[in-house]
């Protein structure tokens, strides 16, 4: 493997101030400092144009050596503020990449009269700063990947809302397809809330879910045991007749599952069973 020679490590020691300044001017004409405060990029740059002088002097052979430790830890710190501000992975590797330019310029000047000497080591700084980049890249993947499964998460909160209808009667709206994660998430919400009102009753309306197939039938089925352990009844509405033709088509058993065809009849079957009369109700 090429080494870095010592006049290169020395040429970029003693040039840092011009180094970041042309730096920080390829980063702000990319457009890879938006949402970000002049000072604050400026520190950024300045710190990592010491962490990478450092990494250099150290003489290791690559970024995953322990001397190249704190680099990482930088450079994955700001994979992660730059997922954060909605900045894409082209954004946040070029923080490194941009770097390119000013570096190859100093070396360019710097062995004009050792055109070998100027390949050599322009290609030890390419191959650094390309490992760097990737690393960053990486990083930001994962932080992504992070911030996405938490969005869904929390979108998924929000699509299962459990609603109090009346004292003892809870009311869960079913709207999209009914697959295992959300299954899974709709059961949590409307056990807990259960527990928290004390309800005796709880109805899941089924009027917004396009189909029900055996997997769907199954959840359903799993989330009303799960009620019924708890000491609660649960009743099924918003079977249409599609969905109907379509349980018996597939041979579905419901068991002892209470359904009705709108919301409004649970509801008052639920009320019924409480003992609560309406007036001007039959």
Known sequence: ??????????????????????????????????????????????????????????????????????????????????????????????????LKGPLFGLLQTHFRDDPARLAEQLWVISELLDTLGMHTIRTYQKTREAVIKRQQEELLELSTPVVKLWDGVLALPLIGTLDSQRSQTVMESLLQRIVDTGSEIAIIDITGVPTVDTLVAQHLLKTVTAIRLMGADCIISGVRPQIAQTIVHLGLDLGTLTTKANLADALKLALKRLGVSLDGQG
């Open 1 to 98: 493997m090429v080494a870095l020679h010592d006049s290169t490590l020395d040429s970029i020691k003693n040039n840092q101030a011009q180094l970041l300044t042309q730096w920080t001017a390829a980063l702000e004409a990319n457009g890879a400092t938006r949402n970000l405060r002049e000072q604050t990029v400026l520190q950024e740059a300045r710190d990592f144009l010491q962490l990478f002088v450092d990494g250099l002097q150290s003489g290791s052979g690559g970024i995953a050596d322990l001397e190249w430790e704190e680099t990482r830890r930088f450079l994955e710190k700001l994979s992660a503020s730059r997922a954060q501000l909605g900045h894409d992975s082209h954004q946040a590797a070029y923080f490194i990449f941009a």
